[in-house]
């Protein structure tokens, strides 16, 4: 079943672009990610889909129910972090997640305290001595204290210490496991990698590609590095070869097109070293970009 189905959505700011006929699905049980610079259209799409704007055309459906007249009925089964957190600065930590918890009409009192101790939020400090990494923190617990059924995260990590993003994450997969759906939205590349199965690529408030993984590395081109004394580069100038670059008595280049056609030219050369891997998920991304 389809937990997210978008289809042609489109939002303009009067004039100005947020996203141009944007069509995807999100399966349950699927961790998405969904990424693009700053600007791309990751937040607008997000406010869309929970009918916090209304678009200026298009459709989108959570859990099969239009998103602007079923608005506030699906939102009891979702959990959002925004890429910015505000909260009222004079309350205390512990009072402002009971208010938040007072909107789902079910006792979230152990989840609350469970969370805010996985998280290391300390409950009884003013919010306005928190510092950014810890309001972060707060927006996670905040999400996740009514076990929601499917959660969006803009920009989740921003802010959180190396150990702390490594302790969401593990909370994220933990969540995932229990049947969660997680609509992640990122630039970071390398955290979408880590966690997701399939991305969506959103350029310029359109959908440039949306794939699993796997299938984006492999179809991509393949990053070739050849060691050898005496280098010619011309040896390689061949159909599919780009970027070519010499460091060192190494030639790197990237190529897209039949493997075996750079591995001939590899064997007919005494090579003293030779790697040939998939690039990452930054590098295709640039490769959507240039």
Same mark, same amino acid.
């Not at 979702?78 to 957190?85: A, D, N």
């Not at 984006?216 to 040896?235: C, F, H, R, S, W």
């Not at 030219?265 to 930054?282: F, G, H, R, W, Y």
């Given at each position: %079943? =389809?937990?997210?189905e978008?289809?042609?959505?489109?939002k303009y700011?009067?004039?100005? $672009?947020?996203?141009?006929?944007?069509?995807?699905?999100?399966?349950e049980?699927?961790?998405?990610? #969904?990424?693009?610079?700053?600007?791309?259209?990751?937040?607008?799409?997000? $406010? /869309?889909?929970?009918?916090?704007?209304?678009?200026? =055309?298009?459709?989108?459906?959570?859990?099969g129910?239009?998103v602007?007249?079923? *608005?506030?009925?699906i939102r009891?089964d979702?959990?959002?972090?925004?890429?910015?957190?505000? @909260?009222?600065?004079? %309350?205390?930590v512990?009072? /402002? /997640?009971?208010?938040?918890?007072?909107?789902?009409?079910?006792?979230?009192?152990? $989840?609350?305290?469970?969370? =805010?101790?996985?998280?290391?939020?300390?409950?009884?400090?003013?919010? =306005?001595?928190?510092?950014?990494?810890?309001?972060?923190?707060? *927006?996670?617990?905040?999400?996740?204290?009514?076990?929601?059924k499917?959660?969006?995260l803009?920009e989740?990590?921003?802010?959180?210490?190396?150990? %702390?993003q490594?302790?969401? #994450?593990?909370?994220?997969? +933990?969540?995932?496991?229990?049947?969660?759906?997680v #609509?992640?939205?990122?630039?970071i590349?390398?955290?979408?990698?880590?966690?997701?199965t399939?991305?969506?690529?959103? $350029?310029?408030?359109?959908?440039?590609?949306i794939?699993?993984?796997?299938? &984006?590395q492999?179809?991509n081109? +393949? +990053?070739?590095?050849?060691?050898?004394? *005496?280098?010619?580069?011309?040896?390689?100038?061949?159909?599919?070869?780009?970027?070519?670059q010499?460091?060192?008595?190494t030639?790197?280049?990237?190529f897209? *097109?039949?493997?075996?056609?750079? &591995?001939? +030219?590899?064997?007919?050369?005494?090579?003293?070293?030779?790697?040939?891997?998939?690039?990452?998920?930054?590098?295709?991304f %640039?490769? @959507?970009?240039?």
């Amino acid at each position: %079943m =389809s937990v997210i189905e978008v289809t042609n959505l489109t939002k303009y700011y009067g004039k100005s $672009r947020g996203i141009v006929d944007v069509s995807f699905k999100e399966e349950e049980g699927e961790i998405f990610g #969904f990424i693009g610079p700053n600007g791309a259209g990751k937040s607008t799409t997000i $406010r /869309l889909l929970l009918s916090l704007i209304h678009p200026t =055309s298009g459709s989108a459906k959570v859990f099969g129910k239009d998103v602007v007249t079923h *608005g506030p009925e699906i939102r009891r089964d979702i959990g959002y972090l925004p890429s910015e957190v505000f @909260y009222y600065e004079g %309350m205390k930590v512990i009072d /402002l /997640l009971k208010y938040s918890a007072s909107f789902y009409g079910k006792d979230c009192t152990e $989840r609350l305290h469970e969370l =805010s101790e996985y998280m290391e939020l300390e409950l009884n400090r003013r919010i =306005s001595d928190l510092s950014y990494g810890n309001k972060k923190k707060v *927006g996670i617990v905040q999400g996740l204290l009514h076990s929601p059924k499917l959660l969006f995260l803009d920009e989740p990590t921003a802010g959180l210490d190396p150990l %702390m993003q490594r302790k969401f #994450f593990d909370l994220i997969r +933990k969540e995932n496991d229990r049947g969660v759906t997680v #609509f992640f939205s990122s630039h970071i590349l390398g955290e979408v990698q880590r966690l997701c199965t399939r991305v969506g690529i959103i $350029r310029e408030g359109k959908i440039a590609e949306i794939s699993d993984i796997r299938t &984006l590395q492999q179809n991509n081109y +393949k +990053k070739v590095n050849v060691t050898a004394a *005496g280098l010619n580069p011309a040896t390689f100038d061949l159909p599919g070869v780009t970027n070519v670059q010499t460091e060192n008595g190494t030639l790197h280049f990237f190529f897209k *097109g039949d493997i075996n056609a750079v &591995l001939q +030219k590899i064997s007919a050369i005494q090579v003293a070293d030779v790697t040939i891997e998939e690039p990452t998920l930054e590098e295709i991304f %640039m490769h @959507y970009y240039e």
